[in-house]
């Protein structure tokens, strides 16, 4: 008897709180149906400075459709991710998106995301490379428009180079060349530098090694593409450089975080996405930082370029033609990629593409992509769920060989059970 | 209605009026509104979440999938994991070291503060600062600073004869750096222990002198007896924390627990096993089994605190 206020007051409670949940739960994307301007939610990640540079996008698109009014969202990375997640599992995603191959599988499986096909009448990917569409696709359907492109390559620094008096890396070295040239410049150069990290930690340029011989680290069914033997000789393949101190040592690497050893100068090179450009000449001061084409041990370079983002819509949009204006104008309209230059990477459209005048850093990148344009396979289709773990815990325990905690032979069984565990999902 | 048998004899000889009764039950409602904050803070916040936490140990939940239920596949699957055995490795390291040594360095300050000398206010306030700053980023940042190549830490050390390196990147040092931190940001439990010391009665100290006892042997035989509670409370308190860190070990390790897993903590497994990897699943049981270790370690320090616990005014 005595215990009943209390009953009903927690009842009371739950059924209000019920109600506020439900209400929150209902608005997403709401307004929209209402008469007058449409508006749309739309989310992306990034630092202030896209931003500032959204910012000006979003204006010079209401500019031109008074009809449709945009309600601008941003995040960093990882906390994108989480928010996307909690929303998707209470049904209320954003009616605009900046996406990540690696993520658009997940979500398409569960029917969050709307296949663009339904507004290809509005929604023009004519401008974009037909090997570059795959980026969005999975079974026929779109859900993704590449926004930018990167590539692969190898940065280096033609100051640490011409200090340590050995020749400039060129595109066509081949892998054991190449590791020479490292162990050249790690004697000759000044105490503290050297001439490269341990590359064998990063997982896409393990896939375009692959891609050289024909394979993929991990195919779109979310199956691993190599053979232990193959990881093992990958790893190994760095063994003699790092057991005579011709890398930049695992501990310095951990110390330097958040820049990498190339950015804080104390490496001549580095393999890293061409986007990378500005971010490194920011970091390490250096005037000029130069990009080459990977190595490789036969004609097939196994470069590709890779959708750096995609635009998608959310399946549970209110008005699916409106959001389509809208990435129809982010991703072709010239005056779109004048304002974000190659900080998103390079314009995938062609229309996009060449309506921006591209300088210094940005020309650089381009300069870059049209060298190897002739080379270029195919994009990599949305990545398979799981691969993102298996990448970090394929650089983990590449870490953990570096600060001799593991065996080659151990790393590989280790990286194989947790990519399978994370695969299978 | 069994209001009137349950009082106590203070109670009111005659059974309370109806009119009476009434207002009481409108106090009480009055009350429970008051309380509405913190019953909506615990039911929705805490207990609604900690019950779907408890299913979701059982399911395997990516949060784009609905929850499958698995049994105990996630539990077993928690043994064979070399990650998580790690995890329970560095936490139980930095709980068993670091409370201790964090406790002691709380009860030596205490101590030293509690000897009557000059402008204790200051200092008490000094020792006090770095616990209401310490489990903040910011701190955790300047930490990472300070113990880096040539950082503070390593240009001294360097200086006194030590090899030079900083202790950020070698995992051998990296928890030696989480313990300090942890340590140096005694002031809580300091001024429990101070509060603790300012009720040990003088006299027993004067007759123990008199007796000629020394002052070890004194702190021995009559401040730890008189201050048990307190250095029970405060055990079981940071040992609780201990086992919960989190902040400092993300930041430090820039959220992934390295070097080499060194500072892979329970709770930062469970964030990126829930956070990174989508595995709710995984991630709960995790947390279910980090709660009933917590739990049942409080118990046994419950049960066992009889032995060595003295409460003042007792008698055994």
């Given amino acids: ?425 | 209605m069994s209001t009137v048998e349950l009082r106590g004899p203070s109670a009111p000889a005659t059974p309370a009026a109806p009119g009476l009764k009434r207002a009481r039950r409108a106090e009480n409602r009055i009350g429970y509104a008051f309380l509405a904050p913190w019953l909506i803070g615990f039911f929705v916040l805490t207990a609604g979440p900690m019950l779907a936490s408890l299913y979701l140990a059982f399911t395997d939940y990516n949060l784009f999938r609905a929850p499958e239920w698995v049994g105990l596949e996630n539990f077993t699957r928690l043994l064979d994991d070399p990650r998580y055995l790690q995890s329970v490795k560095v936490t139980l390291v930095y709980v068993l070291i670091g409370t201790p040594v964090k406790l002691a360095a709380a009860l030596a300050v205490a101590l030293l503060l509690n000897s009557g000398m000059r402008g204790q206010g200051f200092y008490r306030s000094a020792f006090y600062a770095p616990s209401l700053i310490g489990a903040s980023v910011s701190i955790a940042i300047v930490w990472k600073a300070m113990f880096s190549d040539a950082g503070i830490v390593d240009v001294v050390l360097t200086g006194l004869g030590g090899q030079p390196g900083g202790w950020v990147g070698d995992p051998d040092k990296t928890m030696p750096m989480m313990i300090l931190l942890a340590t140096w940001q005694f002031g809580a439990p300091m001024v429990i222990f101070l509060a603790g010391l300012k009720q040990v009665p003088k006299e027993l100290h004067e007759a123990a002198a008199v007796d000629g006892a020394g002052a070890l042997r004194r702190f021995w035989n009559i401040t730890v007896p008189m201050l048990s509670p307190v250095i029970f409370f405060n055990l079981l308190l940071e040992t609780i924390n201990a086992f919960q860190v989190f902040a400092s070990a993300y930041v430090i390790s820039g959220g992934q627990g390295g070097p080499a897993g060194s500072t892979l903590f329970y709770t930062l497994y469970l964030y990126l096993r829930g956070f990174q990897d989508s595995r709710m699943g995984y991630a709960s049981a995790m947390a279910w089994v980090l709660a009933l270790v917590i739990g049942l370690i409080t118990a046994v320090m419950f049960r066992t605190s009889n032995a060595w616990v003295h409460y003042s005014g007792e008698s055994k």
């Avoid at chain 1, 698109?61 to 960093?76: L, Q, R």
């Fill in chain 1, 1 to 425: 008897m005595k215990n009943r206020p209390v009953l009903t007051i927690a009842a009371t409670l739950c059924a209000g709180v019920l109600g506020l949940t439900a209400c929150g739960g209902g608005d997403a994307g709401g307004e929209a149906a209402a008469e007058g301007p449409v508006t749309l939610d739309y989310t992306w990640w990034g630092s202030q400075d896209r931003a500032d540079r959204m910012t000006k996008a979003i204006a010079a698109f209401e500019a031109a459709h008074p009809d449709i009014k945009i309600n601008p969202n941003f995040t960093d990375y990882d906390g994108y991710w989480q928010k996307r997640a909690t929303e998707v599992a209470g049904g209320g995603l954003p009616d605009v998106m900046q996406f990540d191959i690696s993520y658009l599988r997940q979500y398409a499986d569960r029917g969050a995301l709307l296949d663009l096909e339904e507004v290809a009448d509005t929604l023009d990917t004519s401008g974009i490379a037909e090997t570059l569409m795959p980026s969005g696709q999975i079974d026929e359907a779109t859900y993704g428009v590449p926004i930018s492109t990167n590539a692969l390559g190898l940065f280096y620094n033609p100051a640490i180079v011409e200090q340590a008096g050995v020749a400039a890396p060129t595109g066509d070295m081949t892998w054991d060349q190449f590791d020479a040239w490292i162990a050249e410049v790690s004697a000759k150069a000044p105490e503290g530098v050297f001439g490269s990290g341990d590359y064998t930690g990063t997982f896409w340029l393990f896939d375009m090694h692959l891609r050289q011989q024909g394979k993929q680290a991990i195919t779109e069914d979310g199956q691993v593409g190599f053979t232990k033997a193959e990881l093992k000789q990958w790893w190994e393949s760095t063994a003699e450089l790092r057991a005579n101190g011709s890398l930049v040592s695992a501990e310095r690497t951990t110390q330097l975080l958040p820049k990498s050893p190339f950015g804080a100068g104390e490496s001549a090179t580095e393999f890293s996405w061409d986007n990378f450009l500005a971010g490194y000449l920011t970091d390490s001061g250096a005037a000029k930082l130069e990009i080459v084409a990977p190595p490789s041990d036969g004609d097939e370079k196994g470069l590709f370029q890779k959708a750096s983002m995609v635009y998608s819509i959310g399946a549970g949009t209110e008005d699916p033609e409106a959001a389509a204006e809208f990435v129809d104008f982010m991703v072709n309209d010239p005056e779109v990629g004048q304002i974000f230059g190659t900080s998103r990477g390079i314009p995938a459209s062609k229309t996009q593409r060449d309506g921006t005048t591209f300088e210094g850093a940005d020309a650089q990148i381009v300069a870059y992509e049209e060298s190897i344009a002739g080379e270029l396979g195919e994009s990599p289709a949305p990545l398979a769920i799981g691969f993102g773990t298996a990448e970090s815990a394929f650089k983990r325990i590449t870490e953990d060989i570096n600060y001799g905690r593991t065996s080659v032979d151990d790393a590989v069984e280790e990286w194989f059970a947790e990519a399978e565990s994370a695969l299978q999902q």
